[in-house]
């Protein structure tokens, strides 16, 4: 568990150093559309859509929101059921409910609590939401949900 951690860590670290070169260069290969504002941290999680729920009408900027305020709020529970119940790390291990609240308690632990987030709708693919996360110890990242039937199906960063 401690490995897949420590993986699942050092990926995020890759992203976000990604993240942070595009956004500091102003290039950006990503065509977006600001939405709302609100408070975010970091893990690959990808999953195969299940079937529609109550929540498949919601919009995916709204669907993202809702789940950083959940991690914002430290309701682990409540953000994990926002993903889709596929929902596997990169490396293609399923991340329970376990796995997912450690990983987000490590990302609050060493990066401090979220202090806002930022959505961004993708105007190329409706699915995708473009988030920008800070954290208290001046940690800012970007993370990218995949919103489909009203779940999160991908995401690169808690």
Known sequence: MRRIIILLSLIC????????????????STSATPTTSSSAT????????????HQASIAPTSIALEYYKA???????????????????TQGQKLGQT??????????QEWG??????????????TMVIMTV??????????????????IILIDNI
């Open 13 to 28: 670290l890759a992203l976000l150093s990604a993240c942070s070169s595009t956004a500091s260069t102003g290039n950006s």
């Open 42 to 53: 970091s893990t690959a999680v990808q999953a195969t859509p299940t079937t529609t729920n």
């Open 71 to 89: 991690l914002q709020d430290k309701n682990y529970t409540k953000a994990y059921s926002y993903l889709d119940t596929s929902a596997a790390t």
């Open 99 to 108: 796995a997912f609240t450690t990983l987000a308690q490590t990302q609050d």
């Open 113 to 126: 609590p979220i202090q806002s987030y930022d959505a961004l709708g993708d105007t190329s693919d409706p």
């Open 134 to 151: 800070s954290r208290t110890r001046n940690e800012r990242y970007h993370s990218h949900l995949t919103v489909k039937n009203g779940k």
